[in-house]
């Protein structure tokens, strides 16, 4: 069984051309609630720029079985995305021209 690190190590990042886009996340077999949480790399929820400036789309209450849709639109530049209620590494977005 791979840790994050090693999960991180091996993955490739998602390669996107700007626009709106809607990531649909499901919690097909953990038997506890799980989240998404996308934005853009680098972003500090603590820093209120941060949350007026940068893109910043989460949520939860993906119970065993839930499907949740999140629409955000991306820009060219690189985000991040995780579960925030999980141990799970943040996995790159670029998005460029």
């Known amino acids: 069984q791979q840790s994050g690190a090693d999960r ?7 390669r996107l051309s700007p626009g709106d886009y809607v990531f649909r996340v499901s919690n097909k077999s953990v038997p506890y609630e799980l989240g ?3 934005r ?4 500090d929820w603590r820093n209120p ?3 007026l400036n940068m893109t910043n789309v989460s949520g939860g209450g993906l119970t065993e079985g839930a ?5 955000v639109t991306l820009k060219p530049g690189e985000y991040v995305y995780s579960c925030p209620l999980n141990p799970t590494p943040d996995y790159r977005i ?3 021209e």
């Open 8 to 14: 991180l190590a091996t993955a490739e990042a998602l």
């Open 67 to 71: 499907t949740k849709d999140y629409a």
């Open 40 to 43: 853009t790399a680098g972003f």
């Open 94 to 96: 670029i998005v460029g």
């Open 49 to 51: 720029l941060h949350r």
């Open 36 to 38: 998404f949480w996308l």
